[in-house]
């Protein structure tokens, strides 16, 4: 079954004690990007990456580390978690190019940052 | 950076009824996707489209690719309580390759 799979669906953490959130696609899909969604915001990126060891910043790129080091695998840093980036985060996946977009999510991570 | 205005931010109708929502950018965008998103879920793909004045149907939804490339809508006829959920809009920007733009969603709520 196609899917983009995130680990963990919940996880609450303290202030500046580093966590990392995985992403997992089995696609083959060349795009990935991660992105949080807060009330009455929508979804804002975070960072992107168009293949293997290409990376590039979204909209709210402070306070997220990314890698891709492998195609399927994208995953999210918080090198120092605060309060702010409690949020829902989204992991995607899609082919590059016109003739396909379709952005493939992963069911959600809910962080919490106390 | 770029911006989508989706509206409206939300609905409440009553089962049966049709419901609109679009969404308008003040750019041109190569394609324009519609997503639902579930309570506690990722958004899913409902339609896709990617050519000007495209009117592309999924069921009882109907999505439309405007002709200036600046818009779209989405249409949900003899609504159901399953249809209930955040509606997101998407679109990518010409000349990039893969990122998208979303819009901030349509609530909608339906009464049994």
């Known amino acids: 079954e196609a899917q983009v799979t995130q680990n963990p669906r919940y996880l609450i953490t303290v202030t500046g004690k580093k966590l990392t959130v995985t992403c997992s696609q089995n696609?083959?899909?060349?795009?990935m990007s991660w992105y949080r969604q807060d009330p009455g915001l929508g979804l804002r990126q975070i960072y992107y990456?168009?293949?293997?060891?290409?990376?590039d910043k979204g909209d709210v790129p402070e306070g997220y580390k990314v890698s891709r080091k492998e195609k399927r695998n994208f995953p999210l840093i918080l090198e120092s978690p605060s309060p702010n980036q409690t949020s829902l985060y989204f992991c995607?996946?899609?082919?590059?190019?016109?003739?396909?977009?379709?952005?493939?999510f992963g069911q959600g991570t809910r962080l919490t940052v106390v | 950076g770029q911006q989508l205005n989706q509206s409206p931010q939300s609905m409440f109708i009553q089962e049966g009824e049709d419901v609109s929502m679009n969404c308008t950018s003040s750019?041109?965008?190569?394609?324009w996707l519609w997503y639902k998103q579930d309570p506690g879920e990722g958004p899913v793909l409902l339609i896709a489209?990617?050519?000007?004045?495209e009117l592309t149907s999924n069921g009882r939804l109907t999505a439309q690719f405007g002709i200036t490339r600046k818009d779209s809508f989405l249409n949900i006829s003899a609504s159901i309580p399953s249809d209930v959920g955040i509606y997101f809009c998407?679109?990518?920007?010409?000349?990039?390759?893969?990122?998208?733009?979303f819009g901030k969603g349509t609530k909608l709520s339906v009464k049994p």
């Open positions: 995607a996946s899609s082919w590059v190019g016109r003739g396909n977009t379709e952005a493939f």
């Open positions: 696609m083959n899909h060349e795009y």
């Open positions: 990456s168009m293949n293997v060891e290409v990376t």
């Open positions: 750019s041109i965008f190569n394609t």
């Open positions: 489209l990617y050519k000007a004045g």
């Open positions: 998407a679109g990518q920007p010409g000349g990039s390759q893969g990122n998208l733009i």
